[in-house]
């Protein structure tokens, strides 16, 4: 009768654990069932810190553990390392006056950073993390530089990074309405320079380097299965597959880091937990985003946050001439500023309109000088009455449009959505094309963002908001700094760098 919630919290973390790994076991990973130590006859083998995943996050906690002295083992399921990771263009989104910044004449500061994030994260917004990583961002992109990545002195004007020998450039709404009227825009999207723009691969080969040489171990073929714990709920260790099929059970006396990526190939978890990225056309991910991690928190007790959260990318540019033309919804009107940020653009049509469907449409001038691959033509027509009525739009919705569009455009005005001056032509220039952009028949990338909910130090948090000892996650595994709509390209490579050193430096802390 007079128990607390705190003692509760404590007496009943372990009946809390049962019911919370039949829920994880409900979505097809019944592998994920903690293991109780007193069920473990003996360890086949004993580090100071397990990493689960060896992509940005996982990594970077490895590499800071070393620096602090403990040992760290990671554990890849696949044969090469890295994780999504290195197949990212490997921009992290970094700011507050780096090193980058200053060469290449640019003033940011950590308030303005600070503004913009705060500001274009919405009501989803952690201001603790924001604030933290805000700070420690130049130090950060220091660091970086420190452990082998490199950057080039030279600035691209492009929205996307387009130039194989560029590393700085505007990676996400900072120049757009109306977040460049509340903070100081500035670039912030910082990229390894890479011929084929996969700068994800460089950036993860040269942080996999200075790990190892740190003395980290990297195990590839080995994929962690469910963790182990004492009987106070705190995780002693993971029991193990390795490549020969054998179950292994490893010590982990500092802690373990989850950090094996999203959920984006669990179909299942996304039905379940977001049904607008499950309606998307190409889940973006390595092979093993399959929701493990997650899982494996869930099922001692991890609290999850933003689940339906993800990153949506609807890529119209390069060339940025296709922004001048206007995106329509199934009603013929315009729902998002064409100027921003493709996460952004992608996340209103996923999230925001209930058929998924819209049209980005231009003139002769703007449209595509070829067949694009990222996009069918829905229409064309030489005027534009004829086009809305071969995309069966309302009658006269279309025609409206365009004319309230062009009446402001040739003064370069958008009263509406105040798209940028540069940006701003009238459609008058025959034929009149419409591009579908819908979720259906549209090449539009996606991934999850939902994780584990951990505070500043990348402690998983429980369901009563406290930290189950020596658990972790970082990278996509948690629900970290990214948000949906996404602020930028490069929040989920800082945050997974940024915390996953954090993890790596708590778990140093702690008593073997």
């Given at each position: 009768?007079?128990?607390?919630?705190?003692?509760y919290g404590r007496r009943g973390f372990l009946k809390q654990i049962g019911l919370a790994a039949a829920g994880a076991a409900a979505f097809?990973?019944?592998?994920?069932?903690?293991?109780?130590?007193?069920?473990v006859r003996r360890w086949d083998a004993t580090t100071d810190l397990l990493v689960m995943g060896s992509g940005a996050g996982g990594i970077s906690a490895a590499l800071e553990a070393r620096r602090n002295g403990i040992q760290a083992l990671v554990l890849e399921k696949f044969h090469v390392p890295g994780g999504s990771s290195s197949l990212s263009g490997g921009v992290?989104?970094?700011?507050?006056?780096t090193a980058l910044q200053k060469a290449l004449g640019f003033t940011d500061t950590v308030e303005d950073m600070y503004r913009y994030m705060m500001a274009a994260s919405g009501l989803y917004a952690d201001e603790k993390k924001i604030q933290l990583y805000c700070e420690g961002s130049v130090a950060h992109f220091d660091w970086l530089v420190a452990n082998g990545v490199h950057y080039a002195q030279k600035f691209s004007e492009e929205k996307e990074i387009s130039i194989p020998d560029g590393s700085l450039y505007y990676c996400g709404s900072e120049l757009v309405h109306p977040y460049r009227e509340q903070a100081r825009p500035a670039p912030r999207g910082h990229v390894p320079p890479s011929p084929h723009l996969i700068g994800g691969r460089d950036l993860m080969k040269a942080l996999t380097q200075a790990a190892t040489d740190a003395g980290a171990q990297l195990k590839l073929r080995c994929s962690a299965e469910r963790l182990v714990l004492e009987s106070d709920g705190s995780v002693a260790g993971v029991e193990v597959v390795d490549e020969k099929g054998q179950r292994l059970n490893i010590r982990a006396r500092r802690g373990v880091v989850l950090a094996a990526?999203?959920?984006?190939?669990?179909?299942?978890?996304?039905?379940?937990?977001?049904?607008?990225?499950a309606r998307c056309s190409v889940p973006w991910g390595r092979a093993g985003d399959l929701g493990q991690g997650i899982l494996m928190g869930m099922a001692v007790g991890g609290a999850v946050q933003r689940m339906h959260h993800g990153f949506v990318?609807?890529?119209?540019?390069p060339p940025e001439t296709i922004l001048n033309g206007i995106l329509v919804n199934s009603r013929g009107q315009r729902f998002v500023p064409e100027d921003g940020y493709?996460?952004?653009?992608?996340?209103?049509?996923a999230f925001k309109l209930d058929d998924g469907q819209a049209y980005m449409v231009v003139d002769?001038?703007?449209?595509?000088?070829?067949k694009d691959f990222r996009f069918n033509v829905a229409a064309e027509a030489p005027s534009i009455g004829e086009l809305e009525g071969k995309l069966k739009l309302p009658e006269g919705a279309l025609v409206q449009t365009?004319?309230?569009?062009?009446?402001?455009?040739?003064?370069?005005?958008?009263?509406?959505?105040?798209?940028a001056e540069k940006y701003l032509a009238p459609l008058k220039e025959a034929p009149f094309v419409a591009y579908d952009v819908g979720l259906k028949n549209t090449f539009m990338p996606v991934h999850t963002f939902g994780g584990l909910q951990t505070n500043t130090d990348a402690q998983v948090i429980n369901a009563w908001g406290d930290p189950i000892p020596g658990l972790y996650a970082s990278g996509r595994t948690s629900a970290g700094l990214p948000v949906a709509p996404y602020i930028g390209s490069g929040v989920s490579i800082g945050d997974g760098t940024f915390f996953g050193r954090r993890a790596g430096r708590h778990a140093a802390g702690r008593k073997a």
């Open positions: 009768m007079g128990e607390s919630k705190a003692d097809g990973a019944e592998a994920a069932t903690p293991k109780a130590r007193k069920d992290c989104y970094l700011g507050g006056g990526g999203g959920f984006i190939h669990n179909r299942a978890m996304l039905e379940r937990f977001a049904p607008e990225l990318i609807l890529p119209m540019y493709y996460g952004l653009v992608g996340h209103e049509i002769k001038a703007h449209a595509f000088a070829w365009v004319e309230y569009y062009n009446r402001y455009a040739k003064d370069k005005r958008d009263p509406l959505l105040h798209k």
